[in-house]
């Protein structure tokens, strides 16, 4: 089981908006601890999506965004493409635990 | 350009060890704090283990506390994974990240193709 909860799956139709949520506790998300995203395509290493919130790295394109409110973060997809379809996870700090920590992973499919 | 490139993995009986390897090129290896992070169907991703950029500091996940070493050779840009007393529940594909910070606030901005530890009798 993960420290930070992501939804298993989210779906939608090219072109429509789609968010994915990480939810997290008072020693990680909602102790300040910065959240990153990193999309994983089938049958390959994750890639960096998103870092500090919701900045991108050269490269990704705009239509990736992330979010925080309170101990939860959140990644949203505009103008869905096929091509984004894979597997999505949220990483932050845990001071408690005093180790990095993952979401347990997001598929989005494209219907 | 990063490239990252694991080796060492294989199948492997309860109990023994083995040594991970991950070969840095395209970067500054000595400029970087450097991690591994494995895989598996079941868990998802888990940070395993941290070292500074020039390998005096360590940190690992309790899961792997005790039983996992880290350590690096700057001169030939590797990183290591040294790995004992193995148990089924290490079984995983174990990647070597790249993370341009430290603290807090570390993230993974580049990624080996990952080296498979199977842990079976």
């Known amino acids: 089981q993960s420290v930070l909860t992501q939804p298993p799956s989210v779906s939608g139709a090219p072109g429509q908006r789609v968010t994915i949520s990480c939810t997290g506790n008072?020693?990680?998300?909602?102790?300040?601890?910065?959240v990153h995203w990193y999309q994983q395509l089938p049958g390959t290493a994750p890639k960096l999506l998103i870092y500090?919130?919701?900045n991108r790295p050269s490269g990704v394109p705009d239509r990736f965004s992330g979010s925080k409110s309170g101990t939860s973060a959140s990644l949203a997809i505009t103008g869905l493409l096929a091509e984004d379809e894979a597997d999505y996870y949220c990483?932050?700090?845990?001071?408690?635990?005093?180790?990095?920590?993952f979401g347990g992973g997001t598929k989005v499919t494209v219907l | 350009q990063v490239q990252l490139v694991e080796s060492g993995g294989g199948v492997v009986q309860p109990g023994r060890s083995l040594r991970l390897s991950c070969a840095a090129s395209?970067?500054?290896?000595?400029?970087?704090?450097m991690h591994w992070v494995r895989q598996t169907p079941g868990k998802g991703l888990e940070w395993v283990a941290l070292?500074?950029?020039?390998?005096?500091?360590?940190y690992y996940a309790n899961s792997v506390k005790g039983r996992f070493t880290i350590s690096r050779d700057n001169s030939k840009n590797t990183l290591y994974l040294h790995m004992n007393s193995l148990r089924a529940e290490d079984t995983a594909l174990y990647y070597c990240?790249?993370?341009?910070?430290?603290?807090?606030?570390?993230?993974?901005?580049?990624w080996g193709q990952g080296t498979l530890v199977t842990v079976s009798s």
């Open positions: 070292i500074s950029y020039d390998g005096t500091d360590q």
């Open positions: 395209g970067i500054t290896f000595s400029r970087y704090g």
């Open positions: 500090g919130y919701n």
């Open positions: 008072s020693s990680n998300i909602g102790a300040d601890s910065v």
């Open positions: 990240a790249k993370a341009p910070g430290g603290g807090t606030r570390v993230f993974f901005d580049a």
């Open positions: 990483q932050s700090y845990d001071s408690s635990l005093r180790a990095y920590v």
